[in-house]
């Protein structure tokens, strides 16, 4: 089964996301910020959660709290477990003000 890994802070496309990614059969682990995130890929890295690794990681790039999307990203490219996996970063947010 294809497995993902999705960061998303706003509760409507939250669930736009879990329902597309349903409807292709596929399951995975989200998380509404950053900090969430991050807790998971300690816990995968050190052993302390046995999960079926993801197979991508889609994020979003502006998220509430400390932790934003490219720092999550970051974190993912120095996992041992998780480094090779690919990530997308998307913001329903203008990147740059108006």
């Given at each position: 089964?294809?497995?993902?890994?999705?960061?998303?802070?706003?509760?409507?496309?939250?669930?736009?996301?879990?329902?597309?990614?349903?409807?292709?059969?596929?399951?995975?682990?989200?998380?509404?910020?950053?900090?969430?995130?991050?807790?998971?890929?300690?816990?995968?890295?050190?052993?302390?959660?046995?999960?079926?690794?993801?197979?991508?990681?889609?994020?979003?790039?502006?998220?509430?709290?400390?932790l934003q999307g490219d720092e999550v990203a970051?974190?993912?490219?120095?996992?041992?477990?998780?480094?090779?996996?690919?990530?997308?970063?998307?913001?329903?947010?203008?990147?740059?003000?108006?």
């Amino acid at each position: 089964m294809t497995t993902w890994m999705l960061i998303e802070d706003e509760p409507d496309l939250l669930e736009a996301l879990l329902v597309m990614t349903q409807l292709f059969g596929s399951d995975g682990v989200a998380f509404t910020s950053g900090e969430e995130a991050a807790a998971w890929i300690d816990e995968i890295d050190g052993g302390a959660l046995r999960a079926e690794l993801p197979e991508l990681a889609w994020i979003d790039l502006r998220l509430p709290g400390g932790l934003q999307g490219d720092e999550v990203a970051a974190h993912l490219r120095r996992s041992p477990s998780l480094s090779a996996m690919p990530v997308i970063l998307t913001s329903a947010s203008p990147l740059t003000p108006a």
